[in-house]
């Protein structure tokens, strides 16, 4: 499949299970998951006419997408990976969508840079919804703490959550709390389901699907 067919196919897979599952046409939205694609790769997909990315580290972004956010200025860069204070800067500078905001120290630098430099990127706490050792977010008990504390002590406009369900672990569980959490918190925005579950994810009320594998080949590594 050339890569338009690959993009077309799953845009029709998320319609499909729109329709399916009750949910308004057109309210999920694909972010293509372009960790270790290159740029040529990055190109034809573009040309195909997506304009939704996701990256999880900052330095590869950087070397990435400000060449092509030139060409292509309604681009749209989520930050899907871990974030360090020492790289809020650039992530403020270069994304559009932050999704891993899970610690004060982080919600503090974000506050503090984003006025800096009069920037505003969309904001989602990532939620380690299954409570896993190795993994970041905020423990799915401390959500609506944390949630409060960014808008009320740190100002910021928390607009979505974000969750990596257990690997290997039927998802559905995970999406049901992560749904639950997001009613108490008030927040429109669910990133849920990647390759292997966007559409089940899409079930259980995801707004926006991160796939990556599924759109690009496998990956060798990252
Ligand atoms: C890599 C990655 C994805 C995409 O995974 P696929 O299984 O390739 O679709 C989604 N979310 C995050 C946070 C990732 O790091």
Known sequence: MTPGERLANIQSRIRRAEIESGRVEGSVALTAVSKTVTADRLQAMLVAGQRRFGENRVQEAREKWPALRTTYPDLILHLIGPLQSNKVADAVELFDVIEVVDRDKIAGALAREMKMQDRYP???????????????????????????????????????????????????????????????????????????????????????????SALFGVRSSG
């Not at 969309?122 to 977010?137: A, D, W």
């Not at 959490?181 to 390759?195: F, P």
């Open 122 to 212: 969309r904001l989602y706490v990532q939620v380690n919804i299954g409570e896993e050792e190795q993994k970041t977010g905020v423990q799915p008990c401390d959500a609506l703490n944390f949630v409060r504390r960014c808008r009320d002590i740190h100002g910021l406009d928390i607009t979505g959550l974000m969750c990596i369900p257990p690997h290997g672990a039927d998802p559905s569980p995970y999406f049901a709390a992560l749904r639950e959490i997001s009613q108490g918190v008030g927040v429109e925005e669910l990133s849920v389901g990647m390759s292997e579950d966007f559409e089940r994810a899409i079930s259980f009320g995801s707004t926006k699907v991160r796939v990556g």
